[in-house]
T-cell receptor
Framework: DTGVSQDPRHKITKRGQNVTFRCDPI?????LYWYRQTLGQGPEFLTY????????KSRLLSDRFSAERPKGSFSTLEIQRTEQGDSAMYLC???????????FGPGTRLLVL | DAKTTQPNSMESNEEEPVHLPCNHS???????IHWYRQLPSQGPEYVIH???SNVNNRMASLAIAEDRKSSTLILHRATLRDAAVYYC?????????????FGPGTSLSVIP
């Protein structure tokens, strides 16, 4: 399977802990995106990368959130000092170029207790 | 950003055609109409997109009104696997941003 993969698929953590998610995009896709989705809502944009450069961050991405794509391949999304409101599905997508079709991974479901 | 309006939910019988409507009255000339769907517990999946002409692919057909203010996603024979949330999205190819802006979508139920 050469689609977008995300790890872990599920994460349960206690409030105040740090968590890190990984996304592996489709090989050779230059653009990588992170979205967050809460129950009953459509995905909301968080940030995106062109190769290793982070080009845009949403206001949803508070100071506790940080994303990296160090070598222009996989990406990590870290949430520090998690809060219950961070409980959501975190989705990663990739595309070959700007404005091209985005291909989504299966998501990481986070539950903060 | 131009916005879309979709019904919250729809039902269809299995093996019957399904017509999912989308209104986008403020669409601009450079907005493409995209459809994604999201199966339960999965990430969104691209379905189809178009600009002005009707489009067909192996998954669905997209019918676009002549004035482009509305469109319809057509599933020719609904199966149980088509039960999902369907999102109608506008993407401006000349936009400075590159994110996909999702609305709440239409939740499609397929009745056996």
């Amino acid at each position: 399977d050469t689609g977008v993969s995300q790890d872990p698929r599920h994460k349960i953590t206690k409030r105040g802990q740090n968590v890190t998610f990984r996304c592996d995009p489709i090989s050779e896709h230059n653009r990588l995106y992170w979205y967050r989705q809460t129950l009953g809502q459509g995905p909301e944009f968080l940030t995106y990368f062109q190769n290793e450069a982070q080009l845009e961050k949403s206001r949803l991405l508070s100071d506790r959130f940080s994303a990296e794509r160090p070598k222009g391949s996989f990406s990590t999304l870290e949430i520090q000092r998690t809060e219950q409101g961070d409980s959501a599905m975190y989705l990663c997508a990739s595309s070959l170029w700007a404005q091209e079709t985005q291909y989504f991974g299966p998501g990481t479901r986070l539950l903060v207790l | 950003d131009a916005k879309t309006t979709q019904p919250n939910s729809m039902e269809s019988n299995e093996e019957e055609p399904v017509h999912l409507p989308c209104n986008h009255s403020t669409i601009s000339g450079t907005d493409y109409i995209h459809w994604y769907r999201q199966l339960p517990s999965q990430g969104p999946e691209y379905v189809i997109h178009g600009l002005t002409s009707n489009v067909n692919n192996r998954m669905a057909s997209l019918a676009i009104a002549e004035d482009r203010k509305s469109s319809t996603l057509i599933l020719h024979r609904a199966t149980l696997r088509d039960a999902a949330v369907y999102y109608c999205i506008l993407r401006d190819v000349w936009a400075s941003y590159d994110k996909v802006i999702f609305g709440p979508g239409t939740s499609l139920s397929v009745i056996p």
